[in-house]
């Protein structure tokens, strides 16, 4: 695994769909210098860039002629394998990059066609928002040949942070899968509990600002510790041992219940903390019952 940051280089490339992230990698690319060649289903998408400079293709597969380096940003996987078949021999000798947002199993799909059709292939993941491209707030994953992502790594690393996860095409969407993963799961928790906190009269702007200087600053040092826990099958007191940790869940169940909010989450938590506190391990902390997960228990 390599991590490096940018560098610039004028290699000429190809963007393959033009919506919010399209739009917004072949906008760095050609900031940054590099001839572009951009091509969008609807067209007419293609003029801001046009008029930035890019040279616009009638169709996917002379547009993907046009460059060495031929990146795709499309809506999923389905529209990916629908343009490519377009592309078909076009994309020959050239690399091709997939940011679009696929599974493991869709990217090594993806790396076979590319194979068959005489490309190298790299998958990616993007973490980041449009705006934040070309900067360090920008992350991605890379993986696939690593002779492909060698030679272009300069340029892939103009639109931001990069990771190389290895030659297996399905790692950067490991990657990327784990980290979109973790957002969701832990946002959806925050969105019921500031309906818990509208619900008693706070402001949830006001909430959402303090929690982002106490509980959520504390979240970097504590989601390392779990990582480490998790790994070495040791799990330390982590926010507390389990057994005053569980003293507390059924008043936040109650609280929710008595507003009519989703409890569901915390009656989880409940549950499981009651089970490892049962098998002898209520000293542990929070990593604790990652153990039980997956048992179906
Ligand atoms: N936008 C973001 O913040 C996120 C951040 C994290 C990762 N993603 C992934 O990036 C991929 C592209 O997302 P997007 O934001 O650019 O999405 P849209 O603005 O909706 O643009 C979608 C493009 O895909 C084209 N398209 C869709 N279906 C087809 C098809 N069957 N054939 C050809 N092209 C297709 C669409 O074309 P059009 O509707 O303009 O004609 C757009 O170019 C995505 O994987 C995110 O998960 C973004």
């Given at each position: 695994?390599?991590?490096?940051?940018?560098?610039?280089?004028?290699?000429?490339v190809t963007?393959?769909?033009?919506g919010?992230?399209?739009?917004?990698?072949?906008?760095?690319?050609?900031?940054?210098?590099?001839?572009?060649?951009?091509?969008n289903?609807?067209?007419?998408?293609?003029?801001p860039?046009?008029?930035?400079?890019?040279?616009?293709?009638?169709?996917?597969?002379?547009?993907?002629?046009?460059?060495p380096?031929?990146?795709?940003?499309?809506?999923?996987?389905?529209?990916?394998?629908?343009?490519?078949?377009?592309?078909?021999?076009?994309?020959?000798?050239?690399?091709?990059?997939?940011?679009?947002?696929?599974?493991?199993?869709?990217?090594r799909?993806?790396?076979?066609?590319?194979?068959?059709?005489?490309?190298?292939?790299?998958?990616?993941?993007?973490?980041?928002?449009?705006?934040?491209?070309?900067?360090?707030?920008?992350?991605?994953?890379?993986?696939?040949?690593?002779?492909?992502f060698?030679?272009?790594?300069?340029?892939?690393?103009?639109?931001?942070?990069?990771?190389?996860?290895?030659e297996?095409?399905?790692?950067?969407?490991?990657?990327?899968?784990?980290?979109?993963?973790?957002?969701?799961?832990?946002?959806?928790?925050?969105?019921?509990?500031?309906?818990?906190?509208?619900?008693?009269g706070a402001?949830?702007?006001?909430?959402?600002?303090?929690?982002?200087?106490?509980?959520?600053?504390?979240?970097?040092?504590l989601?390392?510790g779990?990582?480490?826990?998790?790994?070495?099958?040791?799990?330390?007191?982590?926010?507390?041992p389990?057994?005053?940790?569980?003293?507390?869940?059924?008043?936040?169940?109650?609280?929710?219940?008595?507003?009519?909010?989703?409890?569901?989450?915390?009656?989880?938590?409940?549950?499981?903390?009651?089970?490892?506190?049962?098998?002898?391990?209520?000293?542990?902390?929070?990593?604790?019952?990652?153990?039980?997960?997956?048992?179906?228990?």
């Amino acid at each position: 695994m390599t991590t490096t940051t940018a560098s610039h280089s004028p290699t000429p490339v190809t963007v393959l769909g033009l919506g919010a992230m399209g739009s917004a990698i072949a906008r760095t690319f050609l900031d940054r210098g590099h001839p572009v060649t951009v091509w969008n289903r609807t067209a007419e998408k293609a003029a801001p860039l046009a008029e930035a400079g890019a040279a616009t293709a009638e169709t996917a597969a002379e547009a993907a002629a046009a460059s060495p380096l031929v990146v795709v940003c499309l809506l999923d996987h389905e529209a990916v394998d629908a343009v490519l078949a377009d592309v078909g021999g076009a994309v020959g000798g050239k690399v091709l990059v997939n940011l679009t947002s696929d599974s493991p199993a869709q990217a090594r799909t993806t790396e076979r066609w590319a194979a068959e059709h005489g490309a190298e292939y790299i998958d990616g993941g993007i973490m980041a928002d449009p705006p934040d491209l070309g900067t360090s707030h920008a992350h991605f994953s890379f993986s696939g040949s690593r002779a492909a992502f060698e030679a272009h790594e300069p340029t892939l690393m103009e639109l931001g942070n990069g990771t190389y996860y290895g030659e297996d095409a399905g790692l950067a969407s490991v990657e990327f899968m784990a980290q979109v993963g973790t957002a969701y799961e832990l946002l959806l928790g925050f969105l019921h509990t500031l309906r818990l906190v509208k619900l008693e009269g706070a402001d949830p702007a006001e909430f959402a600002d303090r929690v982002a200087d106490s509980i959520a600053a504390s979240y970097p040092p504590l989601l390392r510790g779990i990582g480490k826990a998790v790994r070495d099958g040791e799990f330390p007191p982590d926010m507390g041992p389990l057994s005053v940790q569980a003293a507390l869940m059924d008043d936040l169940i109650d609280h929710r219940r008595a507003n009519g909010v989703d409890a569901a989450r915390m009656v989880e938590v409940k549950r499981l903390m009651d089970r490892r506190i049962a098998d002898g391990h209520g000293d542990e902390g929070f990593s604790g019952l990652f153990p039980l997960l997956g048992e179906g228990s």
